[in-house]
């Protein structure tokens, strides 16, 4: 069985702060994990995914995220935020050869001027 | 451009009759999943299609059916709606291996009355 906890459902950052968004994964197998967002009335869109090579992935829009086995961690993370980053984030894990993604609650992040 | 398309957009249906959400992919993929989208609950699996002629029922399947005639579409049936299936339904396609990301439509926003 797998699962996804997404610390915060909401988070507020001023413009330019550093961007934390949480997420713990439960799985009993070597996880691959994924970061989505959606922006709003659309569909959702991969930011990054971690899939066994290096532990710190990088993604879309400056974002990057450090897979922690000991901490079964997949924080989300951007330097500065921009107000464009506002939006809803998903964290997801998929197990082994299951194909598919079992997702967190998600964490709407807003941007303050 | 590959991509995956959902119709209609919106739609608004009375308790008790039948309603068909399509999705059409063009990734040729093999894998195709059913979500909804609920405040506080992120994506919950419906069904899912792993090939033509496949379909399995996934976390909330009650009250939904699939079909898999093709490669590009997997349609979603509610037999008999209810107002408790009010949501936004997304559909997503993947390559066949666990580690490949899941790529999203649109989002269908179904309302029943």
């Known amino acids: 069985a797998q699962s996804v906890t997404q610390l915060g459902s909401h988070v507020s950052v001023s413009e330019g702060a550093l961007v934390l968004l949480r997420c713990n994964y439960s799985s009993s197998v070597p996880p691959y994990l994924f970061w989505y967002v959606q922006y709003p009335n659309q569909g959702l869109q991969l930011l990054l995914k971690y899939t066994s090579a290096a532990t710190l992935v990088k993604g879309i829009n400056g974002f990057e995220a450090e897979f922690k086995k000991s901490e079964t961690s997949f924080h989300l993370t951007k330097p500065s935020a921009h107000m464009s980053d506002a939006a809803e984030y998903f964290c997801a894990v998929s197990s082994g050869s299951a194909r598919q993604l079992t997702f967190g609650s998600g964490t709407q992040l807003t941007v303050l001027p | 451009d590959a991509e995956i398309t959902q119709s209609p957009r919106h739609k608004i249906t009375e308790t008790g009759r039948q309603v068909t959400l399509a999705c059409h992919q063009t990734?040729?993929?093999?894998?195709m999943f059913w979500y909804r989208q609920d405040l506080g609950h992120g994506l919950r699996l419906i069904h899912y299609s792993y090939g033509v002629q496949d379909t399995n029922k996934g976390e909330v399947s009650d009250g939904y059916s699939v079909s898999r005639s093709n490669t590009e579409d997997l349609p979603l049936t509610l037999e008999s709606a209810a107002s408790s299936q009010t949501s936004v339904y997304f559909c997503?396609?993947?390559?066949?291996?666990?580690?490949?990301?899941?790529?999203f439509g649109p989002g269908t926003r179904l309302t029943v009355t």
């Open positions: 997503a396609s993947s390559e066949s291996l666990g580690q490949s990301e899941q790529y």
């Open positions: 990734w040729n993929h093999n894998n």
